[in-house]
Antibody, heavy 118, light 106 residues
Framework: EVQLVESGGGLVQPGGSLRLSCGVS????????MFWVRQAPGQGLFWVSR????????GYADSVRGRFTISRDNSKNTLYLHMNSLRVEDTAMYYC???????????WGQGTLVTVSS | DIQMTQSPSSVSASVGDRVTITCRAS??????LAWYQQKPGKAPKLLIY???RLQSGVPSRFSGSGSGTDFTLTISSLQPEDFATYYC????????FGGGTKVEIK
């Protein structure tokens, strides 16, 4: 059974930092590109970041570039998102997702909620 | 940047109805398009990839069509479990999602 389990969310003050984790099982993590996607309360889906299979290539949405860093540890089957200089507008549910056929996302975690507020 | 525009933003329909949702890309994206279903409090679920290919395990009442800039998701006979929000996604290494279409009970 495929499982993606996010953790690390919580309440943080503006300007603070968090590290999200996504533990994976049930598929070959080391052969899979991965995304982070977020969803602000009551809003739609927004792609945040992507990473290739060995971590040598990453990409970011303009609104998080320079503040967020995606990484992975294939020995631990874990994906990370390091978030610095957090803003109120970063408040959202954060999902990790596997990149499958034709760049679609076939497996998703249940999400971890990040709330940025003073 | 490519923009993805979905319409309508919401639709009211009854069980058994045929429902069509459209997605328009601001530039030609060939068939690099996916459709997702999301229910409240849940993660999105992949329905269609490569514009028209049905994801494994998804009922055949769901279908996708289109290429280039105009795409369609069709539910041929709406079932109670299909009331949800649907998103299109320009599928590439820097993806964009449409704004979503909420399918509500009439």
């Amino acid at each position: 059974e495929v499982q993606l389990v996010e953790s690390g969310g919580g309440l943080v003050q503006p300007g603070g930092s968090l590290r999200l984790s996504c533990g994976v099982s049930g598929f070959t993590f080391s052969s899979s590109w991965m995304f982070w996607v977020r969803q602000a309360p009551g809003q739609g889906l927004f792609w945040v970041s992507r990473i290739n299979i060995d971590g040598s290539s990453t990409g970011y949405a303009d609104s998080v570039r320079g503040r967020f860093t995606i990484s992975r540890d294939n020995s631990k089957n874990t994906l990370y998102l390091h978030m610095n200089s957090l803003r109120v507008e970063d408040t959202a549910m954060y999902y990790c997702a596997r990149v499958g056929s034709s760049w679609s996302n076939d497996y998703w975690g249940q999400g971890t909620l990040v709330t940025v507020s003073s | 940047d490519i923009q993805m525009t979905q319409s309508p933003s919401s639709v009211s329909a009854s069980v058994g109805d045929r429902v069509t949702i459209t997605c328009r890309a601001s530039q030609d994206i060939d068939n690099w398009l996916a459709w997702y279903q999301q229910k409240p409090g849940k993660a999105p679920k992949l329905l269609i990839y490569a514009a028209s290919r049905l994801q494994s395990g998804v009922p055949s009442r769901f279908s996708g069509s289109g290429s280039g800039t105009d795409f369609t998701l069709t539910i041929s006979s709406l079932q109670p479990e299909d009331f949800a929000t649907y998103y299109c996604q320009q599928a590439n290494s820097f993806p964009r999602f449409g704004g979503g279409t909420k399918v509500e009970i009439k």
